[in-house]
């Protein structure tokens, strides 16, 4: 019988474990933990390593020493570049919804206004 042990925080899904009655010899080297953990990176390793080190990062990057950090994000983000390709650079609007929207046209070009007060880029 299966038994649901964990869930997956990458993905969410459930990681179940063998649970039907055995000696304890059959969980020997950590007992109930070590199989629920043997099911866990069993599951994990179905996930591309790019992944796994961008959900750790994420999850742990406040305990990283700020000099480490932009090392361990570019070094993570590159092999994702590489896992996606180049989804992340496309736009999330085209040229003709950008111009033949008044809302998304006012964004952008907010977006591109300097805001600084002493801003010489508006200037006559």
């Given amino acids: 019988m299966q038994e649901k042990a964990a869930i997956c925080e990458i ?7 063998e649970a039907n009655p055995a000696p304890a010899s059959s969980w020997a080297g950590g007992g109930i933990q070590a199989v629920v953990e043997r099911a866990a990176q069993e599951h994990l390793s179905r996930h591309p390593t790019a992944v796994v080190e961008r959900f750790l990062l994420r999850k742990h990057l406040d305990e990283l ?5 932009p090392v361990a994000v570019k070094q993570v983000y590159s092999q994702l570049r590489e ?20 809302p998304v ?20």
């Fill in 11 to 17: 993905c969410g899904e459930e990681i179940w474990i």
């Fill in 65 to 69: 020493a700020p000099d480490v950090r």
């Fill in 83 to 102: 896992l996606w390709g180049d989804e992340d650079q496309r736009p999330v609007y085209s040229i003709e919804e950008a111009l033949g929207s008044m």
């Fill in 105 to 124: 046209y006012r964004l952008w070009c907010n977006a591109n206004r300097c805001t600084w007060e002493r801003c010489r880029h508006t200037a006559p």
